[in-house]
């Protein structure tokens, strides 16, 4: 009989030890423990209905071209639950100079690959035009071999304004993080590639579409579940054996007994056979102090930022005078503290009544410390004036939530790529070790998912 502990019961942990009760459901001798620190499993997804609204308090869907999510929901019979993006709205905005401007159409990230749009674009100025034209003309052997920021490979390819405009304000509006920080070859890594075949990226993302077949009409970009995102925590939570899960039950202390691993949690403890730890890796960092001190520090160098998200509701006056679209992002010069906000009624109109605007806005990133000391009061008079700023929202809303993820996001920062490896083969060296989470190979939802997958298969091949 092998016996796993899981420590964290967000998507990651509840990818592992739904891989392992698969297992066990086909005969493997399998016994495991999930640990959670909370009473309600999920982690950041969690899902509140609210007059009718549906709120996202965490993430709000996942990337449709990273399959591992999709496929899991299939599998665990949320088939029928998913729905996608109302791609017919697709259409972003940036600020600028207090007003909206959309983003280019056939922009794929920075990479044009249709010329009038961008060129006729009010976003860029003619300085910028010229850059991205003559970036058409790179060559493969000028590129750099290292790691670098992304903010340098954008600055590299088009410019300060292209980072400042449009690759800054989305890395905040999706990671929390600093562009100047950032590592490009462990966000960004298809531009990367590309880089590395054709210099130019524009001409490597043309090359990338003539030769992948085009989909007709194309896949929508993010897909969600029905009831929220929290139905597939609730669905993976209900396909493990309860007495299996541990909620409220905080892990303390790990230590490694010759070939097993002691998991200490309040006043009782259990011998395991092995420990997937997908905890913040802070907490592994914590945990993993006895076993080796050199993978605690690696670990504990991960750097995470905090975030808020404020979702408001406004009466039908209000979505009527609202610009059609996703919603927009914030460039740093611009005086406002919102990073992003997104109109939920268009982008998954099923979210709210017909006649309700829900706009979902996004505090954090670098300055996330200081949100998190205000309360609720002030956060929400920041939001509504920034929202008076950009759309002219000066009505009440019908009723706001405010949820706080601290520490929730990690960062990967320069050099990201070599810590991993440095990780992996400490952690190798530590029989019945792995680990899981959005600090490692990837942030988004589908990420986690193969990351809790991967970490139960890495436990029953030691
Ligand atoms: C605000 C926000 C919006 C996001 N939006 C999107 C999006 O739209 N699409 C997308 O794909 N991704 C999005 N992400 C990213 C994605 O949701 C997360 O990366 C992912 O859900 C993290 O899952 P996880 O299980 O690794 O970590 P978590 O969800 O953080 O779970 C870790 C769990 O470990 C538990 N824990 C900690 N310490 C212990 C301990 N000592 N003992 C026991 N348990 C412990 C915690 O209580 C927690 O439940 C978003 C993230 C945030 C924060």
Redesign the pocket.
């Known amino acids: 009989m092998t016996r796993v502990a899981i ?8 990818s592992a030890a739904y891989a392992l009760q698969k297992q066990r459901a086909a005969g493997a001798d399998i016994d495991y423990l999930l ?4 009473s309600r ?5 969690h899902s509140e209905l609210v007059h009718k609204c549906l709120i ?8 449709t071209e990273k399959s591992w ?1 999709a496929d899991l929901c299939r599998e665990i019979g949320l088939e029928d639950q998913l729905i996608t993006s109302n791609d017919a709205q697709r259409k972003t905005y940036v600020v600028k100079n207090g007003r909206l401007v959309p983003i280019p159409n056939g922009l794929m990230f920075m990479a044009p690959t249709r010329v009038m749009p961008t060129l006729f674009s009010q976003l860029f100025s003619w300085n910028t035009k010229a850059k991205i034209a003559r970036e058409w003309f790179d060559a493969p052997e000028s590129m750099v071999t290292g790691d670098e920021s992304v903010a340098a490979f954008v600055e590299r390819h088009y410019g300060q304004e292209m980072l400042d405009q449009l690759v800054a304000p989305l890395l905040a509006g ?1 990671y929390g993080g600093d562009a100047r920080q950032m590592s490009m070859r462990a966000v960004l890594p298809r531009f990367v590639e590309m880089e590395k075949k054709y210099g130019s990226l524009s001409r490597g993302m043309l090359q990338r579409r003539k030769a992948s077949p085009s989909r007709n009409p194309p896949r929508p970009l ?1 897909t969600a579940l029905k009831g929220g995102m929290q139905q597939l925590a609730d669905a993976l939570a209900n396909s493990l054996q309860p007495e299996f899960v541990r909620p409220d ?4 202390a790990l230590q490694p007994q010759g070939s097993k691993w002691l998991v200490s ?1 309040g006043y009782d403890s259990d011998q395991v056979d092995a420990v997937i730890i ?3 890796a802070y ?1 592994a960092a914590k ?1 993993l102090h006895i076993a080796d001190l050199t993978l605690a520090a690696e670990l504990a160098a991960i750097p995470y930022n905090s ?1 808020i ?1 404020v979702a408001l509701a406004f009466d039908n006056k209000v979505r009527e005078s609202l610009a059609p679209g996703f919603g927009f992002l914030v460039p740093k010069n611009e005086p406002l503290e919102i990073l992003a906000a997104t109109f939920v009624h268009n982008k998954f109109p099923f979210r709210a009544p017909e006649d309700i605007a829900l706009i979902r806005c ?1 505090l954090g990133g670098t300055n996330a410390d200081r949100y998190m000391q205000m309360d609720d009061l002030r956060i929400t008079e920041i939001v509504r004036r920034d929202l008076q700023r950009v759309l002219g929202i000066t009505a009440d809303p019908l009723f706001t939530s405010i ?1 706080r ?1 601290i520490r ?3 960062q990967y920062t320069v050099g990201h790529l070599d810590r991993m490896a440095r990780i992996d083969e400490l952690r190798r060296k530590l029989p019945g070790l792995a680990l ?4 490692y190979t990837g ?6 998912i193969r ?2 997958m991967n970490a139960a298969a890495d436990v029953l091949r030691m």
């Not at 499993?41 to 997804?45: F, H, P, Q, S, Y």
């Not at 942030?443 to 986690?448: K, L, N, R, T, V």
């Open positions: 420590i964290g019961g967000g998507i990651s942990g509840l640990y959670e620190t909370s499993l999920g982690g950041v997804l996202e308090a965490g993430p709000d869907s996942f990337l999510a999706v993010f039950t905080s892990v303390q949690a997908a905890a913040p907490v945990l975030s998200i996004f949820s993820w929730s996001m990690a899981a989470g959005n600090a942030i988004g939802i589908p990420d986690c990351s809790g």
